[in-house]
Every structure is written in structure tokens, then in C-alpha cells.
């Protein structure tokens, strides 16, 4: 749902903004005092004692991480010209999470929020909301940005976390390799292969929040030329809680099933087959009008039934040690059945790339996608789409050359993406990269991109009800949110500039500066009123219709660092640091500028600690720090700002069993991280704890 809905409902409370100053340094401090309190408690007493099993990776060793997601071809972390971090499963297993948005946390520049138990708001450099439209996810090529609502349907996107192979995470457009969207970042989920997943694995989570979650897997070899691992997943996660501390209606379980076969054809020729499919059922408390006469509206707790699958063919092609292709096609299923409206949605996308390098210097990569979307979206009286079915089709082409000037010293980068999109036509999005290694152990990059966001169902055809009352001589009134059939993409021109630097093995450190320019951003601006009788009963309308309204700049620096301070001990964080400049161009309405301007922190922090102790203990902590969101027009309360202490505590045994203990949350008993949901009423996050059991054979 586009989040600017509903903007202009109540004044905004303008005091919050004037203790955001104080708030932050009281919760800084605290912080910061968690912080040493935690260095001090590692210091070692017992250093001399300490294991000598070493992180699995060396600062240099993740420096030299071949990623993918910033050229599609393989390329060392270290020269690549994009602000990236990569989750590895060193980080993911100490990490203590149960879920791909909590590992997310950790990443600079990242806005994390948890909205209710089951739906998160995630973004990149702004604009965060429940459909955060400007940063696009894929999990092992394949997109799941929502064409309905825009943004990620985050409670879908529950993997066996032990299988991810790393979570490579781009700050910054991404447009022209991966697609519209792609505006302000691309998180690219990347599974391990099934000949690195080989033998059973079970495991078992239960805890006051995480009642259990349980994985059971096998992965084995088939005939002379392949592998395969299936997998069975389920959990049942406990309501978050209510202002008043009591359970919110906010439960869900899920039951998550899928398998991965890879294939060695020929000494060119391999192929992955893989698919998933899931069955769950989630509480909302949901805003939304019931009936107009008489007029029924408020707060409703709504169940609803998530259900779907995907399945996936890649076959790569190797023409020679200087040129490669892959074909890939896939289909996904997906139905959301509740009350206020359902989605019923069937995609088939195909996608071609071809990588060949030309001479000494240059690394081109060119590829083709078509994307084919059917979908019904029956809906109620509070929240409808017209028409209710469509079929639309997406074509797309790109092309990067990356060009060698100096041999392993100064590359650029040149590439652009045409795509048709059936709402607006033809889009260019060109990509412009230089980098530049003066030293060994120094980079220095910079871009300057162009990327576009496309509307979606919900901007185009839209009819939502906002809220209901009785008008002049008892009329029935409604204030509607409509969609816009002309409505046109939201540009950006993004500059990016980034440094990194490694000290040996022992240190690394990486500062990304960049200032990106927003026009034709999508906004919810008032209209005349008109009587309006369908649907029935005949009632007066104000309209608020979706238009090209906004503009604006953004500002930031994001930071990273990790110290491998003694063979036992390493830590890492982050410190992101976010200004917007955004302004009405069209009618000067103050409402949809307060709402985008209220919805991310300007200072975040993070911290973590993993600390390697005697007799194969691992003790870990990670600290986060959130800055105050003011209030606005949708939510007229301010989320103050928060520190989020976790730690963990583990034993390994016999090379295949570990036992755990989580604390999540323990610096307060519960927090709110995001408010200003139209689509979803926020709940706060509780302190939990759970035990960890896994065993691998």
C-alpha cells in the first residue's frame, strides 16, 4: 500500500521534533555504556586459556569474497566500485537471529524496523515504510518485490538460515543490472549448493517469543552427477505486545517445505534445479471502514492464510575460459486470503546473460528478461482495485562493459538498462563507475547512476477508504485514497563516492559518502469532493489522489569497520548518518513531505562481538542503536529512539552439535520501532529468549 495514504488525517506534533536533540543523547549514552560494558566484560581473564579455533575467515580472507551482485560476474569484495556488505554464515550462525529482516540489522545504512510480529518496514537511504518501493530483494536470482504494493512482502521470505550461503547487500542504485526499483538498494539472498549441504541436518528453537521452530533436512548425491538437499521448516512465533503490555492479536505460523538439485551436464554445462513452497496463518490489527450506513470503523483483528511457491531452472554454459551464459526461468505462486482485500497472483519470468571478455581490457556483460504477471485482487467495501484482474508483461536489456585502464589499479564502468513497463512505457537507466586502487590496500570509487521507480497496482488503480463520518445533513462521507492511471515514474540522479582501507589482516574500514536528487516522487494530494454511489449506499467522496508531486535531495555517510583485536576475539559496526531535503514542487502539501521526512532515523549504530572462549564456547553481543522518528500526519506520536542489546551464548560439540542461548532485546521489556502503517497497526517488540538445539549427520 503506497504509504503516503491518508497523510493529511491529524496535525503533525511538531514538539517531538524539539526534543529529538535530547532524546538521542540520553539514548547515545546508554548505549555507549552498553557498549564498554560489554568490551569490558570480554577482556580476558582467561586469554591465555582461549581456543585457538579461529573465525573461519580472516579479515583478508572477506575482504577477497567474490560477489556477484555488483557487475553479475564474479569479482573480490574489495574492488568493487558500490557500497557492499556481505552477511556471511559466520555471521548469520553468531548472529542469533531467527529471521532474514533480523540479520539485516547489522548492515550500515540499512533502516530495520519490526511493525507487528509477522511484517517489517526495511529500506535504504529514506522512504522506509511497510512497502518500502525503492529497494529490491532477490533470493538466489529471483525477484519478490510485491508488483501489488510495491516493496517486499517480508513474511514470505522464510529460508532454512543455515543454507544461506551469504547476503550480499548493495546501498545505492542497482537499476541497471537488476531492474527498476532497484533506487536505493538490491539485497541478493544467495543459498549454498546442495554438494555444500550433504548429510542430515535437524534443528530446534523454543523460547517465551519463538514457541519452537523446527528444520529437519537431508541432502545426498544423485547417480554420478548431481546433489541434492530437501528440506521441512516450522514455526510458531507468539503475539508482540500492546501499549498496555498485553499480547497483541498478532501470532502466525508457518510451515515451509523445498528441495535444490545442482547438475554437472559436461565439463561446460551444469544445471540448478530448485523450488519452495509454504503454508501459513497470520493476526493483523488492521485499520478499515466496515459499512457506511450506519458507519462502522476502527481497529479490526484479522486473520488471514498465506500460502505459495516458487520453482526455479539455471543453466549455466561455458563457451570458453573467456566467455559464459546463463539461462534461467522461473514460476511463482502466490495467495493472500483475508478479509479487506486477498491477492491471488501467478508470475513467469525468463531471464538471459551472457558475459564475455573482449581483448585484455574489457568485461562485457549484456543479458534479456521478460516478466509475465496474472493476478486477482477481489477486495471489500473499506479497500478495492480496479480492474480486479490483469495480465501484464515486462521486457527488459542491458549492457556493462567494465573496462580495464591500468591493470589492477583503475577500471570503469559503463552500462544501462532499457525496460518497457506496461504502465509507462519505455525507461533508460544509465550507470557510470570508476575505481581506482592506489595501493594494495587501498580503493577509492565513484558513481553516478539514474534509476526509476515504477508505479505499481496500488498507485494505478487503488480505491481505499481512509476513514468514514457522518457529513452535512447526516450524508454518509468517506475519505478515499484513489489511484492514477497516469501516474509516471519516480526519478533519482545519485553520486556516490566510497574509500576503503585494510590494515594487514587485523583492521578494515570502509566510508561511503553519497547525495542523491528525488523528482516526480509519488505523493497523495487532496481533490474536489463529488457524490459518488458506487459502491453503495450513495455517499460524498473526498478524494486524495496519487500524482508526481515530490522532489527532493538526500544526504548521507555510512560507515563500517572490523577489528580482529586477538586471534579469539573480533569485533565489527557501523554508523550511518541520514539527512532529507524533500518539498511538495506541485502544491506546496505539507502532509506527504512530513510523512517521508518522519519515517527513517538520521543516526544509526551497531555493534558486535564475537568472542571465541575455552573448551568451544562462543559468546557473542550485538548492540544497536536507533534514532528518534518524529511524529507526522499518519502517526502523531514520535517513536523515540532505542538501543537493542542481543547476545548469545553457544557450545559446540563433537564438530556437529552446538547448543545455544538467545537474549534479544534485553535493555527494556518492550520497544515500538515503526508507527505510521496504513496497512498493518503497529505493536511493540519484546524482550524474548530462546534455546537452540542443532545437530548435523
Not at 496535525?11 to 568490551?39: E, K, Q, Y
Amino acid at each position: 500500500m503506497r504509504a503516503q495514504l491518508g497523510l493529511f488525517i491529524a496535525p503533525i506534533s511538531s514538539r517531538f521534533r524539539d526534543l529529538m536533540g535530547d532524546r538521542m543523547h540520553g539514548n547515545m549514552a546508554r548505549g555507549g555504556l552498553a557498549v564498554v560494558t560489554v568490551v569490558m566484560m570480554a577482556i580476558p581473564c582467561w586469554a591465555q586459556q582461549a581456543s585457538k579455533e579461529l573465525a573461519k575467515k580472516s579479515l583478508e580472507d572477506l575482504m577477497n569474497i567474490e560477489v556477484t551482485s555488483v557487475s553479475k560476474t564474479p569479482q573480490p569484495l574489495a574492488r568493487s566500485a558500490a557500497a557492499i556488505y556481505v552477511i556471511t554464515q559466520e555471521d548469520i550462525q553468531r548472529s542469533g537471529a531467527t529471521s532474514v529482516p533480523e540479520l539485516l540489522r547489522m548492515v550500515p545504512g540499512l533502516d530495520v524496523a519490526q511493525i507487528d510480529s509477522s511484517t517489517w518496514a526495511i529500506s535504504s537511504r529514506g522512504f522506509n515504510s511497510q512497502y518500502a518501493n525503492k529497494m529490491l530483494v532477490l533470493v538466489d536470482g529471483r525477484i519478490v518485490y510485491s508488483p501489488s504494493f510495491s516493496g517486499v512482502v517480508w513474511d514470505e521470505q522464510d529460508l532454512v538460515l543455515e543454507d544461506i550461503e551469504r547476503i550480499e547487500v548493495i546501498r545505492g542504485p542497482g537499476a541497471t543490472l537488476w531492474g527498476s526499483n532497484a533506487v536505493n538498494g538490491v539485497i541478493n539472498i544467495i543459498t549454498k549448493k546442495a554438494q555444500d549441504t550433504q548429510g542430515g541436518l535437524l534443528s530446534v528453537k523454543a523460547g517465551n517469543e519463538e514457541d519452537i521452530e523446527t528444520t529437519t533436512q537431508y541432502g545426498g548425491k544423485a547417480a554420478d552427477k548431481g546433489y541434492y538437499r530437501i528440506f521441512a521448516k516450522y514455526f510458531d512465533r507468539e503475539a508482540s505486545a500492546t501499549a498496555a503490555g498485553e499480547d497483541a492479536e498478532d501470532g502466525w505460523h508457518m510451515t515451509h517445505a523445498g528441495f535444490r538439485s545442482d547438475w554437472e551436464l559436461s565439463k561446460r554445462d551444469s544445471l540448478t534445479v530448485q523450488g519452495d513452497f509454504f503454508s501459513g496463518r497470520e493476526n493483523h490489527t488492521i485499520p478499515f471502514v466496515v459499512s457506511l450506513q450506519p458507519i462502522v470503523s476502527g481497529q479490526f483483528d484479522v486473520p488471514f492464510e498465506a500460502a505459495g511457491g516458487n520453482l526455479l531452472g539455471r543453466w549455466n554454459h561455458v563457451f570458453s575460459p573467456r566467455s559464459a551464459a546463463t539461462l534461467q526461468v522461473y514460476f511463482d505462486d502466490s495467495d493472500r486470503d483475508q478479509s479487506i482485500v486477498s491477492e491471488h497472483r501467478h508470475s513467469t519470468d525468463i531471464d538471459f546473460q551472457d558475459h564475455i571478455a573482449l581483448g585484455n581490457r574489457h568485461d562485457l556483460v549484456w543479458g534479456i528478461g521478460y516478466r509475465y504477471e496474472e493476478d486477482r485482487l477481489p477486495g471489500s467495501l473499506s479497500l478495492s482495485f480496479s480492474p480486479v484482474n490483469s495480465s501484464l508483461s515486462r521486457y527488459s536489456s542491458f549492457v556493462q562493459d567494465d573496462i580495464s585502464l591500468v591493470p589492477n589499479r583503475l577500471r570503469v564502468m559503463l552500462g544501462t538498462r532499457l525496460e518497457h513497463d506496461p504502465y509507462t512505457g519505455f525507461n533508460v537507466q544509465p550507470d557510470f563507475r570508476v575505481f581506482w586502487s592506489p595501493t594494495k590496500n587501498q580503493s577509492i570509487w565513484g558513481a553516478v547512476s539514474r534509476p526509476e521507480r515504477t508505479p505499481s497496482r496500488a498507485d494505478i488503480g487503488v480505491r481505499f477508504i481512509l476513514s468514514a463520518f457522518p457529513g452535512p445533513g447526516g450524508i454518509p462521507t468517506a475519505v478515499t485514497s484513489y489511484g492514477n492511471p497516469g501516474l509516471d515514474n519516480e526519478h533519482v540522479v545519485s553520486f556516490q563516492m566510497g574509500y576503503r582501507f585494510q590494515l594487514r589482516d587485523s583492521l578494515s574500514l570502509d566510508i561511503t559518502a553519497y547525495h542523491s536528487r528525488y523528482s516526480q516522487l509519488s505523493t497523495a494530494e487532496p481533490q474536489a469532493p463529488f457524490i459518488e454511489t458506487d459502491p453503495m449506499p450513495p455517499h460524498l467522496s473526498i478524494p486524495v489522489v496519487s500524482a508526481n508531486a515530490m522532489g527532493g535531495t538526500t544526504d548521507g555517510v555510512e560507515l563500517e569497520s572490523s577489528w580482529q583485536v586477538k586471534n579469539w576475539w573480533k569485533v565489527a559496526g557501523g554508523y550511518t548518518w541520514l539527512h532529507m531535503d524533500i518539498h511538495d514542487q506541485v502544491t506546496g502539501n505539507p502532509s506527504n513531505v512530513a510523512y517521508v521526512q518522519s519515517t527513517n532515523p538520521q543516526h544509526q549504530v551497531n555493534f558486535r562481538s564475537y568472542v571465541n572462549l575455552p573448551k568451544n564456547l562462543q559468546w557473542d553481543t550485538m548492540m544497536y542503536y536507533v534514532g528518534l522518528l518524529p511524529g507526522n500526519l499518519v502517526s502523531t506520536y514520535a517513536v523515540a529512539s532505542y538501543t537493542r542489546l542481543d547476545t548469545r551464548v553457544a557450545w559446540r560439540f563433537k564438530e556437529r552439535g552446538e547448543v545455544s542461548f538467545t537474549g534479544q532485546n534485553l535493555l527494556q521489556p518492550r520497544h515500538i520501532e515503526f508507527a505510521s502503517s496504513q496497512v498493518s497497526g503497529s505493536s511493540l517488540v519484546k524482550r524474548s529468549f530462546y534455546v537452540g538445539f542443532s545437530w548435523h549427520f
